[in-house]
């Protein structure tokens, strides 16, 4: 199935694409690995606003309590002066970087079943699963680890791991120095792969991202305490559809897409459980029957996505 995506949501993306179009450009610039997470949860009907960006403001999601969804996600709205995709709504997620590289404590799937289901090799496996886990951390103060390797997750909500979350971010830090100096084992299990998405050609900053599915945890807090945001909560993803359909929300085709998957689930279980067909998909930019500049997908292979 092929399907085109509008460049006019967003004021710089279209200016990029435009750029690129009339020969404004050098070669398209390396990719960079990177990992996202949609944590999701049964919807609660209105008790998602929570914690918004760097400011500490209180953000509620759009949609929260409206009961249009069974399932709710977390998103993040970047700041407009983000080099890339500014004042785009996004789950929690991040460039890969050479902290990730180490072999730490690891719960669940091992690196080689990762590495089948991500279709990497096991170290860019290894490290595309520790950014996961380390920029939600980051980015929402959830962390995915705990002692054993079963047992509940390690409560972060103390001034001590207010500390070490800035040490992560200040790249003072490695997770591999948080587990082991804590005693936790990276919990894997916890994750699923869902998405296999690369920034197309056009973009200044582009990368090659896989997209993973995460439950909330039962018992932890959630925040969207990052400097990189505005705006956080639990959101409704048919009500975020509905907002960039109506032109009031900057989404991107990869969240887009994965939004639209969510929109279908029955339950955050369901949604966890679901192995779809990975594919790396790249969008191409071309020039549409009508003259707009469109990224044009061919969903040949994978799961279609809802018209």
Do not use: K
């Amino acid at each position: 199935m092929i399907r085109d995506f509008a460049t006019t949501n967003s004021p710089a993306l279209r200016a990029t694409a435009l750029a690129w179009l009339s020969g404004e450009h050098d070669e398209p610039v390396p990719v960079r690995p990177a990992a996202t997470v949609m944590i999701v949860r049964d919807a609660r009907g209105g008790d998602g606003a929570v914690a918004g960006g760097g400011d500490g403001a209180e953000a509620g999601g759009a949609g929260d309590g409206d009961g249009a969804s069974p399932v709710e996600v977390f998103l993040l709205r970047r700041v407009a002066s983000m080099a890339f995709a500014p004042s785009t709504m996004v789950f929690p997620g991040g460039g890969v970087d050479s902290r990730d590289r180490a072999q730490l404590p690891w719960a669940g799937p091992g690196v080689i079943e990762w590495s089948a289901r991500l279709g990497a090799d096991e170290d860019a496996t290894r490290m595309l699963v520790v950014a996961a886990v380390r920029e939600v951390f980051e980015e929402c103060g959830v962390l995915f680890a705990s002692v054993g390797e079963a047992g509940p997750l390690v409560d972060v909500s103390t001034p001590e791991w207010d500390a070490v979350r800035a040490g992560l971010v200040a790249r003072e830090l490695s997770l591999n120095d948080v587990l082991r100096t804590h005693g936790l084992c990276l919990r894997t299990d916890l994750l699923r792969a869902h998405a296999h998405w690369v920034t197309p050609v056009f973009e200044p900053r582009r990368f090659d991202t896989r997209f993973f599915v995460a439950l909330m945890p039962e018992g932890r807090a959630i925040d969207g305490l990052t400097s990189e945001a505005d705006h956080s909560g639990w959101f409704d993803p048919a009500a975020v559809l509905a907002d960039y359909a109506a032109g009031q929300a900057i989404v991107l085709p990869p969240t887009l897409v994965c939004l639209e998957d969510l929109a279908r689930a029955q339950s955050a279980a369901e949604f966890f459980a679901q192995e779809p067909v990975i594919r790396r998909i790249m969008p191409e930019l071309v020039v549409d029957d009508a003259g707009e500049a469109v990224m044009r997908v061919d969903f040949a292979g994978t799961r279609a996505p809802r018209e």
